[in-house]
């Protein structure tokens, strides 16, 4: 059993900032790419950040100079550091990770349960 838990989320004026944090917990034999997916009300979910187990980064353009993605291995925790930010912003935001699980033995895909994250003057 995998479970990721996200926090951080809330409301904040345009030009403020967040910092969104997502802990997995678990039969965790290995965590392999993490990162952040958003979904606003009548979009579809799209791609904010990814960060995999090498470290290399992948960014919206969106987001890109705004946003940095993060994770701590000791606490496999990801983290998404949000500044400037814009009522465009305003989704939920979904934690992502790659997990080979294990007692399953096998790579699944697992997702949080979303956090709301709301610009808004």
């Known amino acids: 059993q995998v479970q990721l838990v996200e926090s951080g989320g809330g409301l904040v004026q345009p030009g403020g900032s967040l910092r969104l944090s997502c802990a997995a917990s678990?039969?965790?034999?290995?965590?392999?790419?993490m990162g952040w997916y958003r979904q606003a009300p009548g979009k579809q979910r799209e791609l904010v950040a990814l960060i995999t187990s090498g470290s290399n980064i992948n960014y919206a353009d969106s987001v890109k100079g705004r946003f940095t993605i993060s994770r701590d291995n000791a606490k496999n925790t990801v983290y998404l550091q949000m500044n400037s930010l814009k009522p465009e912003d305003t989704a939920v935001y979904y934690c992502?990770?790659?997990?080979?699980?294990?007692?399953?033995?096998?790579?699944?895909?697992?997702w949080g349960q979303g956090t709301q994250v709301t610009v808004s003057s």
């Open positions: 992502y990770a790659d997990i080979r699980n294990n007692i399953l033995k096998r790579r699944y895909d697992y």
């Open positions: 678990g039969t965790i034999e290995r965590i392999y790419t």
